[in-house]
C-alpha cells in the first residue's frame, strides 16, 4: 500500500513539471498541496512555485522492460476476454469458469501466469489456462471476404473468388497471415481484406475464441447455477451501492442494509438463492452488515429495487453524522473503554456508549466496520480466550486488550 502511495506521488509530481507550462493556474495549485509532503532537501533552489522547478530529465534505469512486456501481455489477454463477453452478451457481473490463453511462446505464456490474479480478476472468471498447443482445443481459423473491398476490385470475378477463400483451411490461412497476401484464382488477395474468426470445438465446454494484439484467447462461456448466483448477488451490491449514492453517504458512513422479499412472489426465488448463499460476498462488497431483520426506526432511505425482473425492498439504516471529528482529549476516551488489536493497528472502542452498555454482537460489528472485515470469520479474543457472542455486559473487560483474528 506504501509503495503504491510513493508511486502516486512520483507520477503526479512528474505530470505536473510536464504540464506546467501548457496550464500553468492548475499545475500550480496542484503543486502547492504536493508540495506539503516533499522534503525540502529533494529539489535544488527555490521550489515555493512549480514554475521555479527543471523539466525533469528522462531516466533510462527506471524503465523495466520486463515489467512492460508482462502488463502488455496481461492488458491483450483482458482486453480479448472483454469482447468475448460482449459479443456473447454475457456481463462482468457473472462469473465463468475459465479463461484460455494459446501461444507458442513459452515467455508469453510465463508472463501471462505471473500476473494470474489479475486477469481472473478483470474478467471475472475462475481461474485461468495457458498452453502452447493450439490442436488440444481444436482452434481453427476461417476466413471470409471483406465484400465491400472486394466485391469492389474483383467485379464478376468476386463469386468463384469468395467460394475458394470460403474453402481455405486453418493452415493456408496461417500461412497468409504470416506472408500478409496468398494468390487465389489468379488475384492476389490480402491478408487484411478478408474477415477472419476463430472456431473452437472442445467437449470440455462451450468455448468463444478470439484473436488481438497478437494473442488467442479462449473464454468457457458455459454457465452453473452457482455462477448464476453470484452474478445476481453482485447485481444486489450495485443496486444498494446506487442506492448510498442517492443517500449522498460517504465510505466512512456506518450503515446497515436491511432487506426484504415478497416470499409469495415465486418470480423471487432464484433471488432469495442468491442472496442467502453469498451473503458473505455481499458483506465483504459493501462493507457494512447486510440482514433480512426488520428495519429499525433510525432509517435513512428506503427503495425498491428490481433485479433481473425479481422485486428486492432496501432499506438503509444508521446514525449519520456530518459533525468534524473529535479527538479524545489526552489521546484517550473519557469513560471505560477497551482497545481492540488487528494486525498492528489499535482502535479504543467505549463501553458505555450514549450510556447503554456495549454488547458483544456490538462490538463485533463496530470491529468489522473499522478494519473492513465484512464478509470474513472475526473472533474476538482476551489472553488467548474466545469472547463469547452471546455476552451483553463487557464492563469487567475495561482498560484491557482484545485481539481480533479474521480468516
Known sequence: CQASVFTLFSVLLTMNRLMAPFTPFLTE???????????????????????FLMLPKYDASMVDEDIERRVAVMQA???????????NT???????????????????LEDARSLESYIVSELNVRKLTVSSDKQKYDVKLTAKPNHMILGKRLKKDFKPVSAAIAKLTDSELMEMKETGSRTILGHVVEFSELH?????????????????????????????????????????????QKLRKKAKLVPTDKITVHYKFDTADKN????????????????????????????????????????????????????????????????????????????????????????????????????????????????????????????????????????????
Open 29 to 51: 495549485m496542484m503543486y502547492q498541496n504536493l508540495k506539503k509532503s516533499i522534503h525540502k532537501d529533494m529539489f535544488k533552489g527555490d521550489h515555493d512555485s512549480i514554475h
Open 77 to 87: 489477454v483482458i482486453e480479448t476476454g472483454r469482447v468475448l463477453r460482449d459479443r
Open 90 to 108: 454475457l456481463p462482468i457481473k457473472y462469473p465463468l469458469k475459465e479463461v484460455i490463453l494459446v501461444d507458442a511462446d513459452p515467455t508469453v
Open 196 to 240: 477472419v474468426a476463430y472456431e473452437v470445438k472442445s467437449e470440455s465446454g462451450s468455448f468463444a475464441a478470439a484473436s488481438m494484439h497478437n494473442v488467442l484467447v479462449l473464454l468457457d462461456c458455459t454457465t452453473d447455477q452457482g455462477m448464476m448466483d453470484e452474478g445476481l448477488a453482485r447485481e444486489v451490491v450495485n443496486r444498494v
Open 268 to 407: 423471487n426465488a432464484d433471488l432469495m438463492r442468491a442472496v442467502n448463499s453469498h451473503r458473505e460476498l455481499i458483506e465483504s462488497a459493501i462493507k457494512s452488515p447486510f440482514t433480512g431483520e426488520v428495519a429499525p426506526s433510525n432509517m435513512l432511505i428506503s427503495e425498491e429495487a428490481d433485479v433481473k425482473g425479481c422485486k428486492l425492498e432496501i432499506t438503509l439504516c444508521g446514525d449519520v453524522a456530518r459533525a468534524t471529528l473529535q479527538q479524545w482529549p489526552s489521546g484517550r476516551p473519557t469513560g471505560e473503554y477497551l482497545t481492540v488489536t488487528y494486525d498492528g493497528n489499535n482502535y479504543e472502542v467505549l463501553l458505555q456508549p450514549d450510556s447503554e452498555k456495549l454488547t458483544t454482537a456490538q462490538l463485533l460489528t463496530e470491529v468489522k466496520s473499522m478494519y473492513s472485515l465484512f464478509g470474513r470469520n472475526v473472533t474476538l479474543l482476551h489472553n488467548g480466550q474466545k469472547i463469547s457472542l452471546s455476552a451483553d455486559n463487557l464492563l469487567h473487560l475495561s482498560g484491557e486488550n482484545v485481539l481480533v483474528t479474521a480468516s
